[in-house]
């Protein structure tokens, strides 16, 4: 899912609904304190350049391996 929302590597998440993002369990923090189906805002740096984008939180799909 995240591809599909143009994050790739080198991309820092800094914050989710305008609270700070400080490591990745700090995110992970605040996705499992929402809903499946919430529509967040993520905001992210890369090469220097914030930018703000809607994400709407789903359930990671399972594979069969």
């Known amino acids: 899912p995240a591809d599909t929302a143009g994050r790739r590597a080198?991309?820092?998440v800094v914050a989710v609904d305008c609270k700070a993002i400080d490591g990745s369990l700090s995110l992970c923090a605040q996705v499992l304190e929402r809903p499946v189906g919430e529509k967040v805002v993520v905001t992210s740096v890369r090469y220097g350049q914030s930018k703000d984008l809607t994400a709407t939180l789903t359930i990671k799909p399972?594979?069969?391996q």
């Open 62 to 64: 399972t594979t069969n």
């Open 10 to 12: 080198g991309t820092a």
